[in-house]
């Protein structure tokens, strides 16, 4: 069984528009992160935020984390047809170990 | 330059016969990952090299086998391919005091016919 799940498997926006991604993990974790992965391309992290954290920031993109639901989302704002990809949540205790993804949601953005 | 390579880029292949993926580094990281990425699958974590000590997954113990010659290399083998095997393959790296953020290269896609 998955230790995480995004909601689900793909959003359509048009560029300008705001886009959520939500992720639901299974166990107590230390952590989340988000990956994108573009077409052609490996995953790249965005932002990883800790349990002790309910929101981050990096530019256009906003991470939530609710560690009583066990969940988090993802927010970019005035998307551009570049933000098209593949995103992951990595929910983790000891990333050292390595990174377990969940499904991912495939994000079309169209002009 | 947080730059992982990975060659090929495309690997055909037979059923039977082995398979030699290669990544390689530049940054002096530490760890180096390799997972198995199927489609409308989750990427998953085959095995990772800590320094020279290999970690393997209790699940494809068997069927991959990883060498790395020194720091900025690493390789995955598969020594019998079978239909199964095709999927990409995704290198990743991280460093001392960053284990959180992993480098990816681009993926090799494996077809095995």
């Known amino acids: 069984s998955q230790l995480a799940e995004e909601n689900l498997w793909a959003l359509s926006v048009h560029e300008g528009e705001s886009v959520t991604v939500n992720c639901s993990y299974k166990?107590?974790?230390?952590?989340l992160q988000w990956y994108r992965q573009k077409s052609g391309e490996g995953p790249a992290q965005l932002i990883l935020i800790r349990s002790n954290e309910r929101e981050k920031r990096n530019g256009r993109l906003r991470a939530t984390l609710d560690t009583s639901s066990q969940s988090s989302s993802l927010s970019i704002t005035a998307t551009r047809c570049e933000d098209t990809a593949v995103y992951f949540c990595a929910p983790g205790i000891d990333y050292a170990q390595g990174l377990t993804f969940g499904l991912g949601t495939r994000v079309s953005v169209f002009p | 330059d947080t730059t992982v390579k990975q060659n090929p880029r495309y690997k055909l292949a037979r059923v039977g016969k082995p398979v030699n993926l290669i990544c390689s580094q530049t940054?002096?990281?530490?760890?180096m990952y390799w997972y198995q990425k199927k489609p409308n699958q989750a990427p998953k974590l085959l095995l990772f090299y800590y320094d020279k000590i290999l970690n393997r997954e209790a699940d494809t113990f068997e069927k991959f086998q990883s060498s790395r010659p020194n720091n900025s290399f690493c390789s995955l083998y598969i020594g019998s391919a079978g239909l199964e095997y095709s999927a990409m393959y995704l290198c990743?790296?991280?460093?001392?005091?960053?284990?959180?953020?992993?480098?990816f290269g681009p993926g090799t896609r494996l077809l095995v016919l």
């Open positions: 990743a790296s991280s460093g001392q005091g960053r284990q959180d953020t992993q480098y």
């Open positions: 166990t107590s974790i230390t952590a």
């Open positions: 940054m002096n990281h530490d760890t």
